[in-house]
């Protein structure tokens, strides 16, 4: 019998065409066709959904026909989802498609002039979270108990999060050790982001702010002597105290979702966790930051994504005119 680990890898492309590479390289494969934890924790909520809609219409699952995925998105779209979510569930449909090795149905031209349609009629500017101002945010903290293990976390994640222009992500897998505290800053030591899926470590550096009550910095010491450990999860939950004690922080970090919650929590309905990284890029230009510097904390690649961040539709606040000399 042939030793299995002499049999050849099929790998399948997206052209649908299967390549055989030497068994030596199956780990690597593996890694490139599963991708990043995050997308895949995404694709399986969506791969669920698509299940479901198959087997209540009694469609096939996998291979999908074309009719099925185009059926599945005019769903979605009358019960109002956004384009972008849309395009991820075809995502999620593709990437099923080809760990299978499988003919994916989601690049058919006949799909595709499926989801124009959608984008016509959803109309293609998402709604984007808003930015808010940094008046704003000095209000939401100076409202935060401080005298609390939980307002010390929650103070500390929003002036981080907005100074350090972080993902949700990113603040969630953030850990104590990541933190190097230097005279002129603290720099976080990010292992992985959403920009930098191969693990090579990138640096963001916040610094101190004038107001004590307003400084990332030493929000960060307060909370990290809260916490009272040097490894671990950064952000945590909290465990629910008795009558006579606050709740203290846990040992489990927060959830995406929490951090959502939290910043709605503070600032208002109207925000979510992304305009935390909203804000920055549009203070930022506003204040005469160049491309360059937005894009050193960011670790965006482009500077398109600097125009598409930058919250800089407001015809009173960002306008021309105010400055013709009249």
Known sequence: MENESSLPVLVPTRNHALVELPFSVSRYVEAGLQGAQNTKRGYAADL????????????????AEV????????QMADRGMKLATIRRHVAAIAK??????Q??????????IVLDGIARILGKRQQQAPAFTVAELKQAVRAMDITTPTGLRDRALLLL???GAFRRSELVALQVEDLELTHHALVIHLRRSKTNQYGQEEDKAVFYAPNADFCPVRAVQEWTACLGRTTGPLFTRMHRGSKSRA???????????????LVQRHLGPLY???????????????????????????????????????????????????????
């Not at 009719?67 to 005019?74: D, E, R």
């Not at 709740?247 to 919650?261: E, F, K, R, Y």
């Not at 994504?305 to 306008?319: G, P, T």
């Open 247 to 261: 709740a203290q922080p846990g040992t489990a970090p927060l959830s995406d979702q929490s951090v959502n919650d």
């Open 67 to 74: 009719t099925t995925v185009a059926g599945y998105v005019s």
């Open 48 to 63: 669920r959904s698509f299940e479901d809609y198959c087997q209540h219409h009694q469609v096939t699952y996998l291979p």
């Open 272 to 326: 979510s966790a992304h305009s935390l990284r909203a804000s920055f890029v549009t203070v930022a230009v506003e204040a005469g930051q160049s491309n360059k510097a937005i894009k050193n904390q960011t670790k965006q690649k482009t500077d398109a994504m600097i125009e598409r961040y930058a919250r800089l539709d407001d015809v009173k606040r960002f306008n021309a005119a105010q400055y013709l000399g009249l």
């Open 96 to 101: 099923l498609h080809q760990l299978a090795g």
């Open 103 to 112: 003919p994916s149905p989601t690049g058919h031209e006949a799909l595709q």
């Open 161 to 163: 999060g907005f100074a």
